[in-house]
Nanobody
Framework: QVHLIESGGGLVQAGGSLRLSCAAS????????MGWFRQAPGKEREFVAA????????YYADSVKGRFTISRDNAKNTAYLQMDNLKPEDTAVYYC???????????????????WGQGTQVTVSS
């Protein structure tokens, strides 16, 4: 079992920046993947970004490429999502998630991930 604690959400004006953090309750395996999803009111939860704990390969949704950066600090069991040039359409609850070590499936799919944080609200005003 892994518990994930997100922090860093808030209210920001369009064009501004926020950094989200996600701390895992125990060390992760190199084969695990940490991801961020988001869910806006009335919409499905959607993939934002992911990073492999071992090599650090990164994956992004087209809507955030060039604006968001995912990273991790293995020593702290923590992943980050740096969000720059925020837009009103980025407003959502952002969820941190991680796979099991023996995961299978696409990293862009919600069903690939096993453990989820409680979510943190990000609101971008125009």
């Amino acid at each position: 079992q892994v518990h994930l604690i997100e922090s860093g959400g808030g209210l920001v004006q369009a064009g501004g920046s926020l950094r989200l953090s996600c701390a895992a309750s125990r060390p992760t395996f190199r084969s695990q993947v940490m991801g961020w999803f988001r869910q806006a009111p009335g919409k499905e939860r959607e993939f934002v970004a992911a990073i492999t704990w071992g090599i650090g390969n990164t994956y992004y949704a087209d809507s955030v490429k060039g604006r968001f950066t995912i990273s991790r600090d293995n020593a702290k069991n923590t992943a980050y999502l740096q969000m720059d040039n925020l837009k009103p359409e980025d407003t959502a609850v952002y969820y941190c998630t991680t796979t099991r070590a023996d995961y299978g499936g696409s990293l862009y799919c919600r069903s690939t991930y096993t453990y989820w944080g409680q979510g943190t609200q990000v609101t971008v005003s125009s």
